[in-house]
Each structure stands twice: as C-alpha cells, then as structure tokens.
C-alpha cells in the first residue's frame, strides 16, 4: 500500500480548493470523540450542539476541552459557557446520531426543540442535559485559551456525572460500547466500534497481556 | 437505563481512589484518536510514543495538536519537538497497535528497535515515520500553549502528507476504515470501528440524506 502512495507537500495542501482541503485536513487526526453540549443562555434560552472537538485534559482535578472554531461569528454555545460559566456534555449513540448531527443547522429556535431531544435538569448545573444521552457530564468554565489560529479552548471542571452503573469496572474504566457511545471521523462521519483489546500496562522485556 | 444511573457529584469524585478516578475520567470524553508521534533529537536519537490526545485544529493553514501531560519529569518527544521543531503523526491499525501500545514502556533504547517498528525518512522532515503506517503526517512546531493544570498543547503545522490513493474521495473526505485506522478508549482499550453513516450539511426543515 505504501508503495502507490499519494505524496503532498505543505505547498500542495496550499493549493487545494477550499473544501477539498477541510474535509481532507478535519480526517488527518484520526477517528474523533463526538458529543452534544448543552447550554443556556442568560436569558435562559437553551442551546444544543454536536461537537467533535472534546478533550481529555486531567483527571486530577477532572478537566476536559472543547476546541472552538474562531469567534469572529456568534456562536452561542461559546458565548452562553462564558456567560453563565456551566456546560454539559453527553455521549452520542446510534439512537440519536441524526438528531445530533441536524444542531448543526442554523435554527431560529432552540435545538432541543427542533430536534425533539429532550432536555433535563438536575438542579446542580443550570445548563441542560440530553435526557436520551446515557452519559452525561456536567461542567463548569474554568479558562479560555485563544490559539494561533483564532480557535478558542475552553476548559471545564467535572461537577456532575450520571452514568450507568454496570458499565464502570472495577478499576473505573467504562465500558463505551456497552452503552453504544459513536466516534466519528471528518465533518460529517459517524461510525460504532468493536472491541480489539484492552492491554496491560506497559514495561521493557515484558510481554502485553490482554486485560478482561 | 437512565432510571438505574449513578449519580456523581464534583465531591464524589474528588474524594475516588486515584487510579479509579484516572482511569474514570479519560472515558469520559468518548473515543478518542490514537496515532505514533515520531520524533529526533538533536543528537539523532529518535523516539516513538503512542498518543491519544492529537486534534484537529484548523484546515487553513493545516494545523494540528498535542496535549501532553505536565513537563515536570523528562518527557523525550515533547523536547524533541521543541529543540529540532519537526515530528510526524502515523495512523495506527490492528496489525501494529500492540506494537504502537508497547512504545509506553520505559526503554532506555529507542522505541524503533525495542518494539520492531521501522523508522522512514523522507527527507523533507528530519523526524522518522512509521513505516508500517498507512497514513503519515509531517509537522512543524509553530506554538506552545500550558494550561492550567500545567499540560502543554503543542500546535503544528502540516508540512508533508503521506496517504494511499484510494482512500481519498472526490470531496477531499478520507475513507479511514479502508486503511483499517483505529481508535482508543480511556488510557489502554483499543477499537476498530463501523460505518454507520456519512449525513449531508444540516439546514432547518430539510430532512437529512447519507453520503455515498
């Protein structure tokens, strides 16, 4: 396969037509975690949105990321997390994966209603959950990092989880398939997984088992 | 399922044995990308390191990055990359991800000859590929960001793309099941994945169709 190989220079990628490129460049990193966030806004009208742009970023304390595209347009969810300073992420399944992908269009109303997903409130985090999510984070605003390009991290602190219990193993690892979560790959994929192995941790001359 | 779910506050998972909460905390953003990170220093060693925590962060120009977890002990492809500014990406399939997982271990020679994977030179890039990968990014440092919790996010720009020909449909979106890319979950399972759909752009009251 290596031999037939397709071979661009940073001049090259230059060159491309506009949305050749971005779909090309959204694939190179790989498959992508995608997510709906759930927002408010001061005036208390909800929004929801597919995101595939959610990072781990520490355990200790819990921290995770999303990734902005640049602030030069409104974009409600950023606006409503630096407003109200509380955000909710929920896992996407095969369920819902359409509905995830249509809060992407430019509604005049709210995505839950648009959508028909459901939103939920648990008095902890003023933002809504995805009540068809079947794991769902709730977080607050920590810092804003504005990147070379013009993108805007945001980092939020875990403050509320729900997740269903057969799911987390012993050792607190869960089990995303068990309750279907999807990945997706460039702007517009969405894909489910199969298991190929959990493995050891590991170390020199020492060879991997696999972890059941 | 909802019903039966376990309901953690911010409190409750402060107070979580520490590798529970670790291993807990990098489900929760979902699948997430894993790919080889190949790098030299300036003395020529090279080193590979499995990550999964490279993003997408723009099409135009084509940038790319990694979060690292805080350089507080000697972290060899984060300096690399600040001292030679070149390291490339390779996507990881079934055939070498036990080889991809083992780069972790603690070797005190280069992980190109402890784990039998084979470096590849270009010439245009002075850090190795991975051979055996299928798809092989080569990037230039631009930026270095540390957030809060001390991680450092390394942003960089594509400089050489490497990709079977195949793959790469009309619109520029690349097909990553052909080449069997995987994807990985928490800090130790891997996954192949399955298509469910690729949905075409979402606008108010229009029904959604799939790409072919």
Same mark, same amino acid.
């Given at each position: 396969?290596?031999?037939? *190989?397709?071979?661009?220079?940073?001049?090259?990628?230059?060159?491309?037509?506009?949305?050749?490129?971005? $779909?090309?460049?959204?694939?190179?990193?790989?498959?992508?975690?995608?997510?709906?966030? /759930?927002?408010?806004?001061?005036?208390?009208?909800?929004?929801?949105?597919?995101?595939?742009? %959610?990072?781990?970023? /520490?355990?200790?304390?819990?921290?995770?990321?999303?990734?902005?595209?640049?602030?030069?347009?409104?974009?409600?969810?950023?606006?409503?997390?630096?407003?109200?300073? %509380?955000?909710?992420?929920?896992?996407?399944?095969?369920?819902?994966?359409?509905?995830?992908?249509?809060? *992407?269009?430019?509604?005049?109303?709210?995505?839950?209603?648009?959508?028909?997903?459901?939103?939920?409130?648990?008095?902890?985090?003023?933002?809504?959950?995805?009540?068809?999510?079947?794991?769902?984070?709730?977080?607050?605003?920590?810092?804003?990092?504005?990147?070379? $390009?013009?993108?805007?991290?945001? %980092?939020?602190?875990?403050?509320?989880?729900?997740?269903?219990?057969?799911?987390?193993?012993?050792?607190?690892?869960?089990?995303?398939?068990?309750?279907?979560?999807?990945?997706?790959?460039?702007?517009?994929?969405?894909?489910?997984?199969? *298991?190929?192995?959990?493995?050891?941790?590991?170390?020199?001359?020492?060879?991997? *088992?696999?972890?059941?």
């Amino acid at each position: 396969m290596n031999e037939s *190989s397709i071979h661009y220079t940073g001049k090259d990628i230059e060159g491309m037509e506009k949305f050749f490129r971005r $779909n090309l460049i959204n694939c190179l990193s790989g498959f992508k975690s995608v997510n709906l966030i /759930g927002t408010i806004s001061e005036n208390r009208e909800t929004n929801l949105s597919v995101f595939s742009q %959610v990072i781990h970023v /520490g355990a200790t304390p819990p921290l995770m990321g999303i990734l902005f595209r640049p602030h030069s347009v409104p974009r409600h969810t950023l606006e409503n997390i630096l407003s109200t300073e %509380v955000f909710t992420i929920n896992h996407i399944h095969p369920g819902i994966f359409k509905q995830a992908h249509q809060t *992407s269009a430019r509604y005049q109303v709210s995505e839950f209603d648009s959508t028909g997903l459901t939103p939920l409130y648990t008095g902890q985090i003023s933002a809504p959950y995805v009540k068809e999510s079947f794991l769902r984070i709730g977080l607050r605003f920590q810092e804003k990092y504005i990147l070379m $390009n013009d993108t805007v991290l945001i %980092v939020g602190k875990v403050e509320e989880l729900t997740i269903p219990p057969k799911i987390i193993q012993e050792d607190g690892f869960i089990d995303l398939e068990a309750i279907k979560t999807i990945t997706c790959s460039g702007l517009d994929k969405y894909h489910t997984t199969s *298991s190929l192995a959990r493995l050891s941790y590991p170390k020199p001359a020492k060879p991997l *088992s696999e972890i059941q």
